[in-house]
């Protein structure tokens, strides 16, 4: 086997079956992950300015590993099977979405762009990983998932439009009864809409709550409502979220099956 | 056919037995949630007042379109069968409940009210919504989901005893610990019970909480008590919910089957 | 049947096997409800100086209703199948728990205690309808439930053990990062415990919450060992609530059988 | 049976099959409780002012108590089978991670530490209880629950790992919307992190929250995605739970067995 497939096997999941990752794939991984954690750490300003050249540094190394990874990627693909020639080949592999995102990747971490500029352009390389994870079994579960609540899409349907109609009779509730008393948080649907999903969710910051007693009354039915509004939603996610590992586990490839090279 | 009996089939859901929303339905749909969104969007006075005009021709365009919807309905409703005359069916048609409905929010879209003065008003349009979706799918699941809870009623008064219990005895409490130190907020036990509220749903706000040792060692005993409060019911609702579904989806009409028009 | 005997069966549920309330029951339900809910009013002192007299009024009506049904009781329970005669049967109905709590009801409504003196006291009436209820079918649904709970006691220890080190570590950890910061919420163990319980049931009132870096990111690992904590107990109780309401639905009498009295 | 043997048999767990605590196991589990709670009482300054001598007494009657049993249990171990002599026995036992805990909780409530100096130290007591309970009902528990955890891991990687894109999607999103605004809550993504979690486990401190409209929305969406966040953890944790529960009972030897010595 020459260098060039050694590496196409390397880099690429689709040429493999079982959806294990190379070791290959796990350094890209874990080169992927720290160059988020470096993009998000990187947002807080009084680090940033500290570490200013240590941030830079980090950035330049990850864009020469990703430039390298992305060589070697047009390099290798000439190996994927097929009638045509190298280099058609290698168009065909850049003009894929997935190619495409690997290139804007690089292209991102190594123009200078202002440290600050744009570090949600850097949180798109998980796109990279979701690239990446495409062929393996973390990819499996999330399709297994994904037909799951497919499959339960009108009792999500049901259950939104109740929560809907909760959502809404709850703030019309509270407008009617606290709209000249606290015009800021209820002085409208929209904004009653706000301390409504707060409340129905039972997140509950607090930071608008009803003051008088009428519109504490009918806060509490509220409150109350939500229990039914979160118990619905959970169990469908939850039967969903169990059919889909079942599922995912009757699919699984035997383990270690195709994990030796021959 | 004639194009009165087309209308009416268009427009009168029972004169269908699959279910289906036809393409008439679905255009009315839009137009009442456009009208309702209209509506919850007009109460927030700094939008309204920027777009006063734009709300007023929109409340005007639906109303003409409810105003034409309610003629139409009139005039086609003579198609439906029955040994009476045309006027005697379309009187009787108007005298009930979902036609009043409908008259109702002609006029209410119509006269000339204050545009602030009763967006409540305007919200009951959504009963319009009701009354369309009356004999469609979502109906049907409203209709298992009601039975399946009726079911379990007694499930349900068994858990609200219980929870009412919990409600008064924690209100009582804190009433008996805080009373005297924040009078405001647990001076009786109305006051202490939209504490006990707030806290056993789990939303808690934090406009009021206990500041004594003795007070918080009692709201810990509640807020854990509130874990056992919402674990019943959710389990009842979730069971009633996952079984309306099942019931449902085996009542659900063979997809397509009316669906061409002989 | 003399008077006496049909005052008996209506006053006793014991002597009826098939658990109904009688309509003199469901009055003396109604009267408890009420003079709890007065006692529950009464303690809002705004409300109960405007209304002082109708409260004194009504409270003095419960008692004659109370003493009166205490009459009632005391002579019919002669009638209870023994071979004692009438008044060693009323000396011990007397000595009965439930007997002794009537009585306690009568006094504490009639005598003049200072109005809002003892309202705690007027809230044991709730007590009077657990006796009422002891023979009906709410009764035998909280026996189910309690004897799913004893079945599953372990799982309880053990998720309550779990429960208390997580609890205790949450509380551990954020006294060693913020204890010296926020002394007065983090300043010791059982200050940060208040903390730890809050966030824990996900109550979350925001009295207290950490300030640095670090002790938001273990609140953070708090935080999401909380869904852990109330998933566990919620799944125990849901199961026994519903294993409870199983056997009880199998245990019920069969519908009206004893209703019509021959 | 001498004096030795049986003290053997009363403090090591292991020497008993059936997974009972013995009268001195329970005596002992009591002191280390105890000894917890008076460290945890300790760490409240304004408690220990006022009882300074008391707790050094009570900590001084641990300590002598604790270095008691250490004595008898060295003592005793000469008893565990083997061809080994008495001190080799001992210098074993006394190399044993859990004889390493004893020897420290002696050594940390002896020496005369400041009071308020290390009570972390002294919460190390609860390893001592985990120790006793090793051989116990509660520890066969734990083990099943582990192993039910054990079997689930994918599906907690694939919930972790869907719960960590939509933390990362929703602090970057108001990071985003309100890193202007609101730069202290969320002027980078770690800062809304923070806010983040608290959000998504329905915590809702409420220490920071969005104030404009576009921040308020997004906010909302978080929210909402926080029902399916809690939802399919929940499930696993409390199938696992549930599993877990079955294995242990199943394993649990008949009751009474070995109870009578003989």
Not at 184 to 198: K, L
Request: with cysteine; glycine share 8%.
């Amino acid at each position: 086997m020459t260098l060039r497939a050694k590496t196409y096997r390397q880099l690429f999941a689709s040429a493999r079956s079982d959806g294990h990752l190379t070791a290959c794939d796990r350094v890209i991984v874990v080169a992927i992950l720290a160059s988020v954690a470096v993009a998000i750490i990187g947002t807080e300003k009084t680090f940033a300015a500290e570490n200013r050249s240590a941030i830079l540094w980090a950035e330049f190394g990850f864009g020469i590993f990703f430039l390298g990874e992305y060589c070697a990627r047009l390099w290798s693909v000439a190996e994927c099977p097929g009638p045509h020639g190298d280099w058609t080949k290698r168009l065909r592999w850049m003009r894929s979405f997935f190619a495409l995102i690997d290139l804007f990747v690089v292209v991102v971490t190594l123009v200078p762009f202002a440290l600050m500029g744009a570090p949600i352009l850097r949180l798109l390389r998980l796109l990279r990983l979701a690239a990446l994870l495409k062929f393996g079994r973390f990819s499996m579960a999330l399709k297994a998932l994904g037909s799951a609540v497919i499959e339960r899409r009108y009792d999500l349907y049901v259950t939104g439009a109740l929560a809907m109609v909760l959502l809404l009779s709850g703030a019309t509730a509270l407008y009617w009864a606290e709209g000249t008393v606290q015009p800021d948080a209820f002085g409208s649907i929209p904004r009653a809409m706000w301390w409504s999903v707060i409340t129905l969710t039972t997140v509950g910051y607090g930071d608008v709550s009803p003051i008088t007693p009428l519109g504490k009354m009918l806060a509490a039915v509220v409150a109350v409502g939500g229990i039914a509004l979160v118990a619905m939603p959970t169990g469908i996610i939850a039967a969903a979220f169990s059919d889909a590992m079942q599922t995912y586990r009757e699919n699984l490839p035997p383990p270690d099956q195709d994990h030796t090279t021959p």
